[in-house]
């Protein structure tokens, strides 16, 4: 596993400037090699995507907040939820989120792969949610662990759209958010309007040339062309 110094500050689609100063400066190969290698939180435990900044500017843990996401070209404002979940129930937990899409979805892959900045959206439309949970799942190691890797669904008539990003937390676009927080809290997921999320400080992102060439795979399994 690569881990790579990708700093973003937030989830939204639009990058922030940070800071270049870094808590990872002046720290030996000893201590990164020990910090990297820590997963778990108390309860919570990191999927191998994303590990948080050396002097933990935020510790990691579960819960869900109220958001708004402004379009920058409309100024309309959408509400959010966000959440985050432990790495042994977030997949089956994204997935639970997609059953209020409906049957038909459209979906987004999200990658960073060979990418210095930004990422690339690569585009599926109408896939049963059958099939593509199915899909998912045959591929959850990829999924639960790629730092370089998120996926969208959504379902442009109702309007909602569900997102598992590249640090493996959870965002919901809609405007009735209820059902969402229901499912959340059907895996014992709190509401927390105070939680920080670790795209909210500096962090690091992993990935290997093993999980691009399994991202290669589960494009093609999607029908996606380049």
């Known amino acids: 596993m690569s881990f790579l110094q990708r700093f973003l500050?937030?989830?939204?689609?639009?990058?922030?400037?940070?800071?270049?100063?870094?808590?990872?400066?002046?720290?030996?190969?000893?201590?990164?090699?020990?910090?990297?290698?820590?997963?778990?939180?108390?309860?919570?435990?990191?999927?191998?995507?994303?590990?948080?900044?050396?002097?933990?500017?935020?510790v990691p843990s579960s819960g869900f907040r109220h958001d708004v996401y402004q379009d920058a070209d409309t100024g309309i404002k959408i509400?959010?939820?966000?959440?985050?979940?432990?790495?042994?129930?977030?997949?089956?937990?994204?997935?639970?989120?997609?059953?209020?899409?409906?049957?038909?979805?459209?979906?987004?892959?999200?990658?960073?792969?060979?990418?210095?900045?930004?990422?690339?959206?690569?585009?599926?439309?109408?896939?049963d949610l059958p099939v593509l949970?199915?899909?998912?799942?045959?591929?959850?190691e990829l999924l639960l662990n790629d730092g370089c890797l998120g996926i969208a669904v959504l379902n442009p008539r109702i309007p909602f759209e569900v997102q598992f990003d590249e640090h493996k937390l959870l965002i919901v676009y809609g405007k009735n958010l209820s059902q969402f927080e229901e499912i959340f809290r059907g895996y014992s997921i709190e509401r927390n309007e105070d939680i920080r999320f670790i795209t909210e400080a500096e962090h690091v992102h992993s990935s290997s040339e093993e999980y691009f060439e399994q991202f290669q795979q589960l494009r093609y399994r999607l029908g996606i062309d380049e």
């Open 9 to 58: 500050p937030n989830t939204s689609r639009e990058e922030i400037p940070v800071s270049t100063r870094s808590s990872f400066q002046n720290v030996s190969d000893e201590q990164l090699e020990a910090h990297l290698n820590i997963s778990r939180y108390g309860n919570f435990v990191l999927t191998d995507a994303v590990r948080p900044s050396y002097d933990l500017q935020v």
């Open 79 to 127: 509400p959010v939820l966000m959440g985050a979940a432990s790495k042994e129930m977030v997949l089956d937990l994204f997935l639970d989120l997609l059953d209020p899409l409906g049957n038909e979805v459209d979906m987004v892959l999200e990658t960073s792969h060979e990418r210095n900045n930004g990422h690339l959206d690569q585009y599926r439309e109408t896939i």
């Open 133 to 140: 949970k199915s899909i998912l799942y045959d591929y959850e």
